[in-house]
């Protein structure tokens, strides 16, 4: 990938903090901040690492603080916010900054030229940093501190006592271990001298935590300084891990020339013209991490969310575009093992002692996963021996009844919850804290319908005639009370959720799903009726709003904070990682495939350039829903990023088989 920023973004400051890189490797761990070297969120770090569990990330080294002498005139290139105000304003000094294929800095300091590189290593949690003397001039003398924070990254340090400030020196090696049961740190260095101290930095802020914690500063810690000479075209390396390095040649030429040859020979099944959607398929290389015997999808390297239903949606454009059905059976096996009464848990691993089992939509959608599977690897002998036993337990765990009042009534469809217990997908409450969307929902039942379908059709593939007669006339029966009410002529659209009497209106993104599912129940032209009003109140360049725009609750501030936690996030924002329940709806209802598919190409191409803005090379999880728009909620979404090349996969393949 490559991204160049000039110096007239960079030395605006208000302008350059839009703009943040991040490098990650297969083995969890990751480099991230912004452009100009501020952190301005308390998950930026210089080398951040997986816990033993797997399950959080913990920042070692914050950042380096950089002085440069020329002569004995002090320039400060770091910046840094602080409660009261930025200092030092170093990003006055940079001249450029690339991705190309590694973050790059350049300062331009009086005449002298000097770059910053950082990388991280593909299979070894071992961060590169080198500054280089780029031009012809004076020596220049760096000074660079490092920032220690050694704490999780959803946490802050604020001068703890009990922590060992301590540097324990070699030959170009210092090793620093700040905290009982926390990573150490080790710097190794080619020239110049390390000079202990003991210093703390106090009142770090940090500007993207302010909606999201209670607390946004943070103290860090600094046990010494790196001081070097460089001459023209001279340069110091620093390579920084949380072990030993015994097995690596610390050779920087030999390992920029390996990963940056890793990264331009890789090899695409789906290949793509496109350079940001190439780009896509790059940074979900290393969002699949092999933990002993399990392979865990990482939904965000920077924040902590492991949903199970963010798995299943990512799962398509990860490794079925690229036919990696091994790695793809290893995984479905794993979440197939987790079920429990015909339900799934909503966190993906889950490590408690006791996971939550509290969403009536995932083992549908998994069910849905796998005949997607199916039609890509025709792998029959995969559900013969495994899967197909477990939809039979889903089935019959939804049709006698299971946990969270989860069951079939007399009409076919799925009642579950109640006034007390969510388990929607979009989680409701009035200003009681009562429950509203439960009962019959809408998304459920057309999942319902559509799991039934497949259990007919892998009943007879399997020769299983008695079983598949049974599954299609409860099919029928599901097909008929689905239509009687869910359907809304009147207003073309399908209520939301049923509950008794009561009939919701709400013209959600759920409208999508009984359009967008291979099985669907509806005739073709209400479902093009129901398509033209979400074309009206919907659809945007960026993804699907999740509330139509004429709504009453529909989020009108904007700028507020995207989470899942709060209801702005499900009334209106944009959620660019739905692209291919619109894609997979307009393949199924509209015709003509080739006009479809160049319209939807050009008109979703501002989505596929939000990669140039935010963080680099990604998509978000959400996008503010006013005129301005603008990136939101985790910034380094797998499910977006997979979701799009999904949707282009779809719209590139030749056939696609109608069905009912």
Not at 136 to 150: C, D, M, N, R, T
Not at 294 to 319: A, K, M, Q, Y
Not at 640 to 656: F, P
């Amino acid at each position: 990938m490559e991204n160049i920023l000039n110096k007239e973004v960079l030395q605006n400051i208000k302008e350059a903090l839009k703009y943040e890189w991040l490098e990650r490797n297969r083995k969890g761990a990751y480099a991230s901040s912004t452009v100009t070297g501020m952190n301005i969120r308390r998950e930026h770090g210089l080398l951040v690492v997986p816990d033993e569990t797997f399950t959080k990330k913990v920042v070692t080294l914050s950042k380096f603080e950089e002085s440069v002498f020329i002569g004995n005139r002090l320039h400060e290139i770091s910046t840094n916010q602080y409660i009261e105000n930025i200092f030092p304003l170093g990003y006055q000094y940079l001249d450029k900054f690339e991705i190309n294929p590694f973050p790059c800095f350049n300062f331009l300091i009086e005449d002298r030229l000097l770059q910053k590189t950082v990388f991280l290593l593909e299979n070894h949690n071992i961060v590169v940093v080198r500054y280089e003397s780029k031009n012809h001039g004076e020596p220049v003398k760096l000074i660079i501190k490092p920032f220690i924070s050694v704490r999780y990254n959803d946490d802050l340090l604020n001068e703890p006592r009990g922590v060992n400030t301590d540097s324990y020196l070699g030959q170009y090696f210092v090793r620093w271990a700040p905290r009982v049961n926390m990573p150490e740190l080790y710097a190794y260095y080619n020239k110049g001298e390390y000079v202990s101290t003991t210093l703390w930095y106090h009142n770090f802020c940090y500007s993207k935590d302010k909606n999201r914690f209670t607390n946004n500063s943070e103290d860090l810690f600094n046990p010494g300084f790196f001081e070097v000479t460089l001459n023209p075209y001279d340069n110091f390396d620093i390579f920084l891990s949380t072990e030993e390095i015994t097995d690596i040649k610390l050779d920087y030429e030999a390992l920029y020339r390996e990963e940056s040859e890793r990264r331009k020979k890789k090899n695409y099944h789906f290949n793509l013209d496109n350079t940001e959607l190439s780009n896509f398929q790059y940074q979900l290389q290393n969002v699949i991490t092999k933990v002993n015997d399990d392979h865990i999808v990482s939904v965000s390297t920077v924040e902590d969310s492991n949903l199970l239903r963010d798995v299943i949606f990512s799962l398509p454009g990860l490794l079925l575009v690229e036919k990696d059905f091994d790695l793809f059976k290893k995984i479905y096996s794993n979440i197939l093992s987790k079920l429990d009464s015909g339900l799934l848990p909503v966190k993906f691993p889950d490590t408690d002692e006791k996971p939550y089992y509290g969403a009536v939509d995932l083992s549908l959608w998994l069910i849905n996963l796998g005949y997607i599977y199916f039609q890509e690897s025709n792998d029959l002998a995969f559900f013969e021996e495994k899967a197909f036993d477990a939809y039979r337990s889903i089935y019959d765990s939804y049709t006698k009844g299971t946990s969270f009042n989860i069951f079939t009534d007399k009409d076919g469809l799925i009642f579950s919850g109640d006034k007390a217990t969510n388990l929607s997908w979009i989680p409701l409450k009035n200003k009681k804290g009562d429950v509203l969307r439960f009962g019959k929902l809408l998304e459920v039942n057309a999942l319902w319908y559509n799991g039934l379908r497949i259990l007919e059709y892998l009943s007879l593939k399997l020769n299983k005639k008695r079983l598949s007669g049974k599954f299609a006339k409860n099919a029928e029966k599901v097909k008929i009370s689905f239509n009687d009410l869910f359907v809304n002529e009147e207003q073309s659209s399908f209520y939301d959720f049923v509950v008794y009497d009561e009939k919701n209106t709400d013209f959600r993104i759920n409208q999508l799903i009984p359009l967008m599912l291979p099985f669907y129940c509806v005739e073709d032209e209400f479902a093009k009726k129901v398509l033209d009003r979400i074309d009206q109140e919907l659809l945007t360049p960026y993804g699907l709003r999740s509330l139509s725009s004429t709504d009453s609750a529909y989020n009108h501030k904007g700028k507020a904070t995207l989470r899942r936690r709060n209801s702005n996030y499900y009334n209106g924002s944009i959620w660019p990682w739905t692209m291919s329940f619109y894609v997979n709806s307009c393949l199924n209802f509209k015709t003509g495939r080739k006009a479809v598919s160049k319209k939807l190409v050009k008109y979703f191409k501002p989505l596929i350039d939000l990669s140039n803005e935010g963080l680099l090379g990604f998509v978000p999880e959400a996008v503010s829903s006013n005129k301005l728009i603008e990136q939101n909620g985790i910034e380094d979404y797998t499910p977006s990023l997979a979701d799009i090349i999904w949707s282009y996969y779809c719209l590139s393949k030749k056939i696609r088989k109608k069905t009912k």
